[in-house]
């Protein structure tokens, strides 16, 4: 994330920040350490905790009269030209400080970076949006490698995976057992800062999901708190629907599994304003696999994933936490989670989410990505089995090349490579 951020601060030109996340994915933390590393002078306003200083923004956006009453308030901010980075944090809370990026951006003098969680709840409020002078980035919490280096995994060991990835030559079998225990405890953790801090200061599971009962139990207290009044009940019902989404044998997102006889109509709303809080993501079927994806892809077909692993594997309980540690889980029961696995390693990657579904559901990919103008099937596995499916799409001459994830060794056949699940970290 913070290269993403130097790049910005690099390339850009008359260019706010606005950084997109779910809450407690650790965009304050990241962008503080930024600003001390990066520039001499740094102002930060959070609206939650200080929402007085809305009133900032409530009269003229002129720059000039926004510094002179931010100093008002806090009068140790120094706004120096070209080497201060104003911080305007849960902007969400402050519709005008949003509009307002449009002023900082034009009058180019000083660095602004936004973050917001929820950011859908305020739509209506802001006056008027920053079109063209606000670049906006996504983020997630911690991804695999990440997790890796939170746990003290050397730098040099995971460069070495990356030359296996790319060369692909089999993998030393105590070191793929060694990362595929890494991987199903990343995938009990997942990458919220503060349950992977719990985590490696305490190795405690029940810990672990104390912490992130926490944390779900905040999200749905975001629900009833920010979503819009007649969405606030399917939202939370959706919501807590994707364990049993993701359950089932075909895992596409059906509303009747929300409620009986349930509608697009009665609840799509809710889940885009999931989506737009960040606390879930579509990945939509596309009617053929070519390029680009995005044009071909069926709005009312998608599934629906958590965008944090860990979360997911909580929302089923403590005891699923033993059964992906021990690795005793039912094979009829992994399908949905591994592909949720795989949704959060290309997520947080920031690639978006595609699948291929024929009608009469003869042939299945559980993800396409794009690579060099070209589609790029990939097949996820728990354990090792057939690959039927990948195997007719690589059959297609405009496919160069796909993906088979599972539990197995690396290993080239044809156009099909071969990976250990944990080497999705290295899919770009």
Sequence with gaps: MT???LEWKNTKDKECLLVKGARQIGKTFIIEDFARKHYKHFVEI??????E????????????????????YLP?????????????????SCPQARTSLKFWAIDNQYDVI????????????????????ERQMDMYALDFEEFLWALGVKESLIDGLRGHFTSGEAIDSLINDKMMLYLREYMVVGGMPAVVN??????????????QSKILADYLNDIAKYAPTADKPKARSCYLSIPSQLAKENTKFQYSVVEKKGTARKFANSLDWLRDANLIAYCHNVSTIEFPLAAYAKQDQFRIYVTDIGLLIAMYGFEMKRAIIDDTLASYAKGGIYENLMADFLLKKGLPLYYYCKENNSVEVEFLIERNAKPVPIEVKAKRGTTTSLNTVLDKPNIEKGYKFGSGNVGIEGKKTTLPLFMAMFVS
């Design 3 to 5: 290269d993403r951020l």
């Design 53 to 72: 200083m809305k009133a900032i923004f409530d009269g003229s956006l002129s720059v000039p009269e926004l510094i002179q009453r931010i100093t008002l």
């Design 76 to 92: 140790d901010a120094e706004f120096v030209p070209q080497e201060t980075l104003l911080f305007l944090d849960e902007i969400q």
């Design 46 to 51: 959070n609206f939650e905790q200080h929402p």
């Design 114 to 133: 936004a973050t917001g969680s929820l950011l859908g709840i305020n739509y209506k409020e802001v006056s008027s949006y920053p079109v063209g002078y």
């Design 198 to 211: 719990k985590f490696v200061e305490t190795h405690n599971f029940n810990l672990v999901h104390s912490e």
